[in-house]
């Protein structure tokens, strides 16, 4: 039996795509969770709410503006980064692009990156939107 993951494919690309975003979204979720104030923190506890119920309640709120831009960032950078997946065999976009660029023909890069710079505006403009309604929700 083979233990682990051979070096090329769908398997490798996902891995990689996902451990490259973990340090921009860890940094976000914690600037996002420092930046509540300390006072809303307090008032939490002197009500009497678990820390639990502090978080739920007060720290995701408050946070959730930085935790929702910092995902939409690292959801757009990894549709862009998914094209460089290609190399080990993931497949995609990219192996349009990099099969026009070994044979330097223009409208396979452009059948790739064309749809690619789309999808990414796609996902930016639901996060955008998902972001807008949180905030509606937020008022009401």
Known sequence: AQLG??????????????LYALLPLVRGVTIGLQQV????LESATAMGMSGVQRFRQVQLPLALPVLLRSL????????GM?????LIGAGGFGALVFQGLLSSALDLVLLGVIPTIALAVVVDAL????GALLKGEARD
């Not at 104030?37 to 809303?40: D, G, K």
């Not at 998914?82 to 290609?86: E, L, T």
Request: glycine fraction near 6%; hydrophobic fraction near 65%.
């Open 127 to 130: 996060f955008a939107l998902w």
């Open 37 to 40: 104030p300390r006072e809303a």
């Open 82 to 86: 998914a094209v460089v997946a290609a």
């Open 5 to 18: 993951v051979s070096g090329t494919g769908i398997t490798p690309a996902l891995i990689a795509l996902v």
């Open 72 to 79: 939409r960032v690292v959801s757009v950078q990894t549709v």
